[in-house]
Each structure stands twice: as structure tokens, then as C-alpha cells.
């Protein structure tokens, strides 16, 4: 979204009007995945999914570090599938945009 927004403002686009249609656009969007989302209530909820497999690694990763962790899930040159819990704090760069 932030790609085409660059895009139609660098070939003459309002950028006030296009972020106000953006933020709209965010705000419907938002709706419409609260509206579609399921509450996971228990670990049943989870492994009900459409690959068990990949269901219980992810109840395994929450038993372990706890319903209110973030759990990133990352490719590996390995064959193996596991989980790993690492303890301690991360910095990620985060970008932010001023408002209009």
C-alpha cells in the first residue's frame, strides 16, 4: 500500500487526499477481519486448524513462553521443523511516517 502510495504521488497524486483514503481503506479493513475472526479460546481451537502438525507446534510454543508472547515463525536452511523459545529482548527497527 505504502509502495503504491509513493507511486501515484511521485505521478501527481494529492498526498493529503491519498492518506485520508488510506486510513479509510485501514479502518474497513479492520472491520472486516473482526468480523471474520475466531476467538482462540483453548489448544483445541488451534489444533483444529487445517494442519495439525503446524497446530501443535504453535500450542507447544505457547506453553512455553505464554499466551502473551510474540511468536515469530522464521524459514530454516534445516529439514527439521521445531520450536525454539529464546528469553531476553530483541530491538527491531521500526519506521514511522509523520502525519499530514
Known sequence: MIK???LAVAFGA????????????VK???KVLKSKAIPV????DIKAGN?????NLI????????HDELIS??????????VMAEEGMKAHKVMKFAEC
Not at 494529492?14 to 481503506?25: A, E, G, Y
Not at 494442519?51 to 497446530?55: A, P, S, V
Not at 500450542?59 to 505464554?66: H, L, R, T
Open 4 to 6: 503504491s502510495g509513493l
Open 14 to 25: 494529492n498526498p493529503i487526499s491519498l492518506k485520508t483514503r488510506m486510513d479509510r481503506t
Open 28 to 30: 474497513e479493513l479492520i
Open 41 to 44: 479460546r483453548k489448544s483445541d
Open 51 to 55: 494442519d495439525e502438525f503446524i497446530g
Open 59 to 66: 500450542v507447544e510454543a505457547i506453553d512455553k513462553i505464554g
Open 73 to 82: 515463525i522464521e524459514s530454516s536452511s534445516s529439514s527439521e521443523t521445531s
